[in-house]
């Protein structure tokens, strides 16, 4: 893994993203091969107000409608969340028309500030990288001050615009809307001018075509540009620069013909796609570029420096049987046998037996309706179809009118890949189901009320999320990946939830399905007594919230308050702890461990042996006269990965005190802990009593009955602080409430472990501390969770953990 990094946020990539840039808060990443880009990554540091422009209630719904948008037209494939940074983050998969799959994603980490992702594969390669893109966007972490460095930038943009203000340069030929059109050289000769400066262009321009064409076009500043002065290109790249282009929709009888407008980088059809290197990180180019008769040419800007470029393109040399076909026009000028993929968008149904008709040796055929007119015409599948028997990838999307698929699909042997949307196809027929060599079969947003159970024994892949299902057969728990989301299911077979891959709502997954949890120890549960985790259970503590319930003028909600109220436990670093005692609560430093143990560790990546980290030692007896729930003896232990990975470790020793291992007689030195941060400095703490109670936040739709709560925040606040322990802060808690933008610790652990929310309990939430010197990214915290029947049997194997960051 390689970690690439900004002034606000990192990720780190796997080894075979090579080419990683990082422009201001973005960092981009891309896996090559031969110059073919195969994935591409880009993370960004976003004001959330740039969604302000898409429909939507909510920041969701608007996230949602935008990645309708930034890659063009595409077909959604799922809608899911997955934790980053201790973020449910929001996530959307989608396809385009033409064969390509997008992952996207955002996290907001405040009201104005959030983290996007964006990555880009071929669809047929989705099952590779889709993982890649998971275990990328988990990898964030964010610190530092987004709106601090947001000024910074501005300030710089301000100045560059300052300096081009007093340039020599006369930019007023280069009106930014209306650039002189490009010519193609008389003499034949090629060239790169930006500003006055010549680029030398460095060999023969990459070429080639991969679904589209791809460009590299490569040059060396002049020697007398110095890059640390310049603002024009950047001082790490020995003066080299490199543009990039994607372009789609070009084929002319064998030769790249088209014109792509670029506006600060951006083509707004998406047709065309920019990469580029080696300049200054706030120059962005504005340009029209030009592919004709076997050049490109280049007429804009970088900010205020006019761009100019002319290369040849070996236009000859072009795999165009590799090339992405978009359009009945463009096949029109192709030899038959030439075309082996056409994704058509909008297609007039009329056209669509003659275009096909000839086209025998087709391998990927897309058809997708935007148009709801066009639409309508579509009712029936070409029988053109029956003669592309080398087809392997069929995809129907945007099609209303369409109420089946007819039977002779199935005669189509080499089809690995269907795809059918937004149609009032109600069924498919067995005998399509039977397709030997059937791997993937996307049906989303259908009319569909059954599958039959025949399956193929080859299909891994099925999705049927928005249909009108009411069960799926028993064949389908084979299957890796199932999407059944939005459907009105009323029951399903056993086994469903061991495929490794269900998409399904967690309410449904608890009714229908066995998603009972089976204990740490794989066998059941045990009761619990689960009245000792809530205050109207504690004299004392019901007392102090009935009267500041009346305090706050919250009686409205005074039975709410009383089902959810839980009894806590506040903890707050005191002092350096020296070691002197054993076995007393600490945070930080090293633990005293259970006789003859050595200190947790795991092998990493390097095959060394690493030790986790520390984070507090909770002496059980010390806390028994403030709650019931946790063991009346002994010590808890807690440790992670690092603060990265949170991945838990939680021990209970149950001895005497004397017989433990003194920190300060461990051999543990820094350089030992796998996390960055070495060991942290050790501290006491002291506890306390006190009644944790919902945080206002998102209450809606977690605690209904408190929902009118949110609009009555002061009083909230003044009843929160009524119930705090008197004798310490409630910095870091036991059992307590724990604030996050969505969800709750409790529901993201049934995500994790199964079983119900209400059946775990927060063990330990640890927040950022200056004492000990926790920093949870910004200033976040993080928390153990455990299920309540787990706790009774004092097994602690099975604990969660996750993050939630400010």
């Not at 409608?65 to 959604?76: F, I, K, N, P, Y």
């Not at 002319?310 to 030439?338: C, G, H, I, Q």
């Amino acid at each position: 893994m390689q970690q690439a990094s900004t002034e606000t946020f990192s990720v780190h990539f796997p080894s075979i993203y090579e080419h990683i840039q990082t422009v201001w808060e973005n960092i981009r990443g891309e896996h090559r091969k031969d110059d073919d880009c195969l994935s591409y990554i880009s993370i960004s540091l976003e004001e959330l107000s740039f969604y302000n422009e898409y429909q939507g209630d909510d920041l969701l719904t608007r996230f949602r409608e935008s990645c309708l948008d930034l890659r063009g037209a595409v077909e959604v494939i799922a809608d899911k969340t997955l934790p980053v940074a201790g973020i449910s983050s929001w996530i959307r998969t989608a396809q385009s028309p033409e064969g390509d799959f997008y992952y996207f994603g955002l996290i907001p980490i405040s009201s104005e500030y959030g983290y996007s992702f964006t990555g880009d594969c071929k669809s047929h390669s989705r099952e590779f990288y889709e993982p890649l893109f998971d275990e990328i966007w988990q990898s964030l972490q964010y610190f530092g001050n987004p709106a601090a460095v947001q000024e910074k930038r501005d300030t710089a943009l301000d100045a560059l615009i300052s300096k081009s203000q007093v340039t020599t340069i006369d930019n007023t030929e280069q009106d930014s809307k209306n650039f002189a059109p490009f010519s193609i050289p008389a003499d034949g000769q090629e060239y790169w001018q930006i500003g006055d400066h010549m680029f030398m262009l460095t060999g023969e321009s990459q070429c080639n075509i991969s679904d589209a064409l791809y460009v590299k076009i490569e040059a060396q500043a002049p020697d007398y540009i110095n890059p640390e002065q310049s603002d024009i290109i950047n001082d790490y790249n020995d003066r080299k620069v490199y543009l990039q282009f994607y372009f789609k929709g070009i084929y002319n009888s064998g030769i790249p013909t088209g014109k792509f407008r670029f506006e600060n980088e951006r083509e707004h059809t998406g047709l065309s796609y920019l990469w580029k290197d080696g300049f200054h990180y706030l120059q962005n180019l504005t340009a029209e570029v030009t592919l004709e008769k076997g050049w490109l040419g280049i007429n804009g800007s970088f900010n205020q420096y006019p761009v100019k470029l002319a290369v040849k393109l070996p236009a000859k040399d072009l795999a165009w049987e590799n090339y992405r076909f978009l359009s009945a026009p463009e096949v029109s000028t192709a030899a038959p046998d030439l075309v082996r993929q056409l994704w058509l968008t909008n297609p007039y149904p009329g056209i669509l037996e003659e275009t096909l008709q000839p086209l025998t040796q087709l391998q990927v055929l897309s058809i997708d309706y935007q148009d709801n007119k066009q639409a309508a015409d579509f009712e029936a599948i070409p029988k053109a179809l029956k003669r592309l028997k080398e087809l392997k990838e069929l995809s129907l999307t945007g099609v209303p009118a369409l109420n089946s698929l007819p039977q002779w699909l199935g005669d189509l042997k080499k089809l690995e890949t269907i795809r059918l949307s937004d149609s009032k196809v109600e069924g498919i027929h067995p005998y399509i189901l039977q397709l030997p060599v059937l791997k993937k079969l996307y049906l989303s947003g259908n009319q569909l009320q059954s599958i039959h159970p025949a399956l193929p024994e080859s299909l891994e892949t099925l999705v049927l999320s928005n249909n009108r299902l009411t069960t799926v057969p028993a064949s389908v728990s084979r299957l890796q990946y199932l999407n059944i989301e939005n459907n009105p299911l009323q029951q399903l077979p056993l086994g469903l939830e061991k495929i490794p891959q269900l998409n399904l709502e967690l309410e449904k997954k608890m009714t229908l399905l066995d998603y009972t949890y089976k204990g740490a120890d794989g066998q059941g549960t045990v009761k619990y007594d689960d009245n000792r985790f809530y205050a109207r259970y504690d004299p004392e503590l019901l007392q102090l919230l009935e009267d500041q319930i009346s305090a706050a003028g919250l009686t409205p909600f005074h039975e709410g308050l009383l089902n959810l109220t839980r009894r806590s436990v506040a903890l707050q670093t005191t002092e350096e702890d020296d070691y002197s005692e054993k076995g007393n609560h600490r945070f930080g430093g090293l633990p005293d461990l259970p006789p003859g143990m050595n200190y947790p560790s795991f092998i990493d990546t390097d095959e060394q042996v690493k030790g986790l980290q520390f984070i507090a030692q909770i002496n059980c007896a010390a806390i028994a006269h403030l709650q019931d729930y946790l063991p009346g003896t002994g010590i808890l232990y807690f440790f992670i990965k690092d603060r990265e990975d949170v991945e838990p470790t939680v021990l209970y020793y149950n001895g005497d005190n004397s017989d433990l291992q003194s920190a300060k007689e461990l051999d543990i030195e820094p350089e030992f802990i796998y996390d960055q941060g070495g060991i942290y400095t050790p501290f006491r703490a002291g506890s306390g009593k006190y009644a944790s109670i919902p945080q206002m936040y998102n209450t809606r739709s977690l605690y209904p009955e408190l929902a009118d709560m949110e609009e009555s925040y002061d009083k909230a606040e003044q009843l929160a602080t009524g119930l705090k322990a008197p004798s310490v802060r409630t910095f870091h808690s036991i059992n307590a409430y724990v604030f996050k933008q969505h969800d709750t610790p409790e529901m993201e652990a049934v995500y994790n472990k199964r079983g119900k929310p209400e059946e775990w309990m927060v063990l330990l939430k640890v927040s950022s501390d200056n004492n000990p010197g926790f920093s949870f990214w910004d200033a976040g915290e993080i928390y153990f969770v455990i299920h309540k029947s787990d706790l009774e049997k004092k097994d602690f194997s099975n604990v969660y953990c996750g993050l939630e960051s400010s």
